[in-house]
């Protein structure tokens, strides 16, 4: 559906966290009346009617994944089940009634305890800014099965990571700069590189708005039994700590919860 230039300029001008959503509703009402074209009236009459009722709309959480029907085209790990279980533990947490008793005035989207997942560490779900931030992972190592030198690690790795020992044409692989994508397992026909540890990593504390702050990742791959854990501990946490809706980001930096010793500790 066509949109005329001043329409265009409205809608950039509402926040992202909603843009989507009030965007597909001013092309649905536009197309229930008959018309073709968007224009600037049809989007301040929908964005005022979406507006009002947004708050029938706010649960109190929110769950984001970056992969459609037809999946991740880069999985490092599969987050399917971990994401039900996800959202199963947070419907049954009620912080839309939690934030209700904190928050002054009407709980608005920008409240709610924000989660995403990744299966890959390209990220498209945005995991560094959310309050918990998921990302499928697959570490790779090296096995005794000889490598016949083709280099198609080497050429697969966007980090470079993975690198030959000039003097004996060994691979190795620097696990500092590897971001277990393991884009590498895949393209090696000979087993030399393989699985070591198929899980997730984890990043808690990232947020946007005036004071904005990347997620701060926890050491390690965790599996989906602990990431999980880690799920319920933040929002323990979260629980305990926010007074007045403050997010988990600010409330998480102040306690200076650095590892997931750090968390729990303070998680009690």
Not at 74 to 97: Q, R, V
Not at 136 to 165: F, R
């Amino acid at each position: 559906m066509k949109w005329v230039p001043e329409a265009e300029a409205a809608i950039k001008k509402i926040p992202f966290f909603v843009r989507k959503k009030v965007r597909a509703c001013v092309e649905n009402e536009a197309a229930a009346a008959g018309k073709e074209t968007v224009s600037l009236a049809d989007v301040k009459a929908t964005q005022t009617r979406f507006m009002a009722k947004m708050s029938s709309e706010v649960k109190g959480y929110q769950v984001d994944t970056c992969f459609g029907s037809s999946g991740c085209p880069n999985p490092a790990n599969n987050g399917n089940s971990l994401l039900k279980k996800i959202e199963k533990f947070l419907e049954k947490e009620d912080l839309l009634g939690f934030l209700k008793q904190r928050v002054k005035g009407d709980v608005k989207f920008h409240h709610e305890f924000k989660v995403t997942l990744a299966e890959c560490p390209n990220a498209c779900s945005q995991p560094q800014i959310k309050d918990i931030g998921i990302i499928g992972a697959c570490k790779p190592s090296l096995t005794d099965e000889t490598c016949t030198i083709c280099e198609a690690c080497i050429d697969e790795c966007k980090e470079n990571a993975i690198s030959l020992k000039s003097e004996s044409n060994i691979l190795k692989i620097d696990y500092n700069l590897c971001l277990a994508c393991g884009k590498c397992i895949e393209v090696c026909p000979t087993g030399t590189i393989a699985s070591d540890i198929k899980g997730f990593r984890v990043q808690l504390g990232g947020k946007l708005g005036r004071h904005p702050k990347l997620a701060k990742e926890l050491p390690g791959i965790y599996n989906e039994g602990e990431v999980l854990s880690i799920v319920k501990d933040c929002i323990a946490f979260y629980r305990q700590n926010s007074k007045h809706g403050e997010r988990f980001a600010e409330i998480y930096y102040q306690s200076q919860a650095g590892t997931k010793e750090d968390l729990w500790k303070y998680a009690g």
